[in-house]
């Protein structure tokens, strides 16, 4: 089974900040990572797809890169609605898995 | 406009069953693979279970094989989940979710409102 490993766990910045978050995959999954943006008891909302597709209505703050084993996750500059808790998942090959999550909070 | 709307979840005692239901519209269920995704809480997010666009090709995490049946229904355009010998750790909010693909590329794009199970004696 394929382990994705967020870093970090938690992260506190400053409204303007720019943010990174990675996640490593346990093996090679190509292009096939995800990320989803969730806010307290919300369902989770997608960001990226394909490691680095801006989904529809995503503002371009948010972008995505890495292939293989290694993803990122970059705010470009961080806004007050973007702190939340952020996931990578990869869907295929079964079973699909999901990141531990980084928190994102105020500082 | 696409929206996927769950049944209420419940109480149920450990060693119970409980079944949740997910009602689409705005789409037409046998045209995407669907999956449910649990959140115990203050946890992260955790893949349950998968289904192909016809539902006949269904998938389970580990934990969840022999327990756990995913499942479509045509006819009123719902995804289910047949949940079996639950225990206190089956305890979550429970999301289904649309599968969507561009190319090979496959994501969720669209989720439910979430319903809690509470496994409790």
């Known amino acids: 089974d394929v382990q994705l490993t967020q870093s970090p766990s938690f992260l506190s910045a400053s409204v303007g900040d720019r943010v990174t978050i990675t996640c490593r995959a346990s093996q090679v999954i190509g292009d096939f990572l995800a990320w989803y943006q969730q806010k307290p008891n919300k369902a989770p909302n997608l960001l990226i797809y394909?490691?680095?597709t801006l989904q529809n209505g995503v503002p371009s703050r948010f972008s995505g890169s890495g292939s293989g084993t290694e993803f990122t996750l970059t705010i470009s500059s961080l806004q007050a609605e973007d702190f939340a808790t952020y996931y990578c998942q990869h869907l295929y090959p079964y079973p699909s898995t999901f990141g531990q999550g980084t928190k994102v909070d105020i500082k | 406009q696409v929206q996927l709307v769950e049944s209420a979840g419940g109480v149920v005692q450990p060693g119970g069953s409980l079944r949740l239901s997910c009602t689409a519209s705005g789409f037409t269920l046998l045209a995407y693979p669907m999956h449910w995704v649990r959140q115990a809480p203050g946890k992260g997010l955790e893949w349950v279970a998968g289904?192909?666009?016809?539902?006949?090709?269904?998938y389970y995490a580990d934990s969840m094989k022999g327990r756990f049946t995913i499942s479509k229904d045509s006819s009123t355009n719902a995804l289910h989940l047949q949940m079996n010998s639950l225990g206190r750790d089956d305890t979550a909010v429970y999301y289904c979710?649309?599968?969507?693909?561009?190319?090979?590329?496959?994501?969720?794009?669209?989720w439910g409102q979430g319903a809690l199970v509470t496994v409790s004696s």
């Open positions: 289904t192909s666009f016809a539902g006949g090709d269904t």
């Open positions: 394909g490691a680095s």
């Open positions: 979710a649309r599968e969507s693909r561009r190319g090979r590329i496959s994501f969720l794009d669209s």
